[in-house]
């Protein structure tokens, strides 16, 4: 079970801090990912991590702004966004993939967190 947060209204220029937190004791062994998605429009990917957290891959919209990272710890990915503008406005999802160690197709994941909202105003 994946439960995200961090959502919330910021200005363009600003920063936000998504955070996914996934129960159970195999949180290592599964390839995340974060996308989002706009009403009416398809899910979009927007990152992936590796399960030793090592390798990382991003959407062109978002390389260099954002960054995904993980904390098999703390059972937990975080999605840093800055340099917000008002189109990455949307809802975002954090998932879990049990059979891809990075992934950028929604059909390579299996769990997913229920969504936190984004807003970037101008």
């Known amino acids: 079970q994946l439960q995200a947060s961090g959502g919330g209204l910021v200005q363009a220029g600003g920063s936000l801090r998504l955070s996914c937190a996934a129960s159970g004791r195999t949180f290592s062994s599964y390839g995340m990912g974060w996308f989002r998605q706009t009403p009416g429009k398809e899910r979009e990917f927007v990152a992936t991590i590796s399960r030793n957290g090592a390798g990382t891959y991003y959407a062109d919209s978002v390389k260099g702004r954002f960054t995904v990272s993980r904390d098999n710890a703390k059972n937990t990915v975080y999605l840093q966004m800055n340099t917000l503008k008002p189109e990455d406005t949307a809802v975002y999802y954090c998932?879990?993939?049990?059979?891809?160690?990075?992934?950028?197709?929604?059909?390579?994941?299996?769990?997913w967190g229920q969504g936190t909202q984004v807003t970037v105003s101008s």
């Open positions: 998932a879990a993939s049990s059979i891809s160690n990075m992934a950028t197709n929604h059909r390579q994941y299996d769990a």
